[in-house]
């Protein structure tokens, strides 16, 4: 009879002593010094562009042609540019939109793809074959040229960029949310709801997308520095974010002109330049870090 309440509490302290997915995939994250690094300078470059620009002393708009290309000092550490103004400021608000170019942008890829590879995963058969070959033919399409026919047809709008840049992203995404959605399709959960008969859309958003969470923030961590880098092109070619507004690659642009005009200024395109790379590698690494946190075949390893 003694042996019952043991038995018990052992039972209670297995439960008490599991984990989740989640918290097990946190506790690998942790273990990452990439990720853990890149996370860090994130958050860091992320909070200096929504704050920084109202702590300088210096407005983005204002030029003070009395200054114009002077170099990195304790007044302007990052330097002026052409028009004498402070490119510390023009750095860090360059920062806040290149950083909604690559959410935005990725939130409208991962609108259209897992919706899109959701149905064709879950619906199978004719429909699966018509929706991929759709993907297929886009594929054969060229990114870059895509994104520069929809911004010459549609307009420079800085909306319509985020949109044509999240239009060509979605791919990638639907293939894999396809992929993972065929083999979930054969859960006994899912034949079950069927057999409650669930809508099937239903199915999909409420049980089925929940369960390619761990795949989907991988992806979408890889694709905001994707994003922004065809963004930077984009604007480097003049097609991207246009003036007054400014993103890095804007002010990349801006520096190289000016340099090759005036072989001197070297600031100008060397502090976005700098802003942009770190981003990416930070964005990079974190994203290699979710990627083998979110391995549920790591679970074992450790």
Do not use: C
């Not at 309440?5 to 995939?25: H, I, K, N, R």
């Not at 959605?181 to 899912?190: D, G, N, T």
């Not at 199915?203 to 065809?230: D, K, Q, S």
């Amino acid at each position: 009879m003694s042996a019952a309440p043991q038995e018990t509490d052992l039972l209670q302290e297995q439960l008490v002593g599991g984990s989740s997915f989640w918290s097990d995939a946190w506790k690998r994250l942790k273990k990452s010094r990439q990720a853990i690094v890149g996370g860090a300078i994130l958050i860091i470059v992320v909070v200096a562009s929504l704050v920084g620009p109202f702590l300088t002393p210096y407005s983005q708009e204002v030029q003070d042609l009395e200054r114009q290309l002077e170099p990195p000092s304790w007044d302007h550490p990052f330097g002026t540019d052409l028009a004498g103004r402070d490119m510390l400021t023009r750095v860090l608000m360059g920062g806040r939109l290149s950083l909604a170019v690559g959410m935005v942008a990725t939130l409208v890829s991962l609108l259209i793809g897992v919706t899109w590879g959701s149905v064709a995963g879950f619906k199978g058969g004719n429909v699966d074959n018509a929706m991929m070959r759709v993907v297929d033919m886009l594929y054969s399409l060229p990114f870059m040229f895509f994104v520069i026919l929809l911004v010459a047809f549609l307009g420079r709008n800085l909306l319509l960029l985020f949109l044509a840049l999240g239009a060509v992203q979605w791919l990638t995404m639907s293939r894999i949310v396809r992929g993972q959605m065929i083999q979930l399709r054969a859960q006994e959960f899912v034949q079950a709801a069927v057999a409650l008969g669930v809508s099937n859309r239903r199915i999909i958003f409420r049980h089925l997308i929940p369960n390619m969470l761990g795949p989907i923030i991988v992806y979408a961590t890889l694709t905001v520095p994707a994003v922004m880098l065809e963004e930077a092109f984009l604007s480097f070619l003049g097609l991207g974010v246009q003036p007054p507004n400014s993103s890095w690659g804007l002010l990349a642009a801006d520096g190289a002109k000016t340099i090759t005009a005036l072989r001197t200024a070297w600031w100008l395109i060397l502090f976005p330049g700098l802003a942009l790379g770190l981003t990416l590698f930070a964005l990079n690494f974190l994203g290699d870090g979710l990627r083998d946190a979110l391995d549920p075949k790591l679970k074992n390893q450790d």
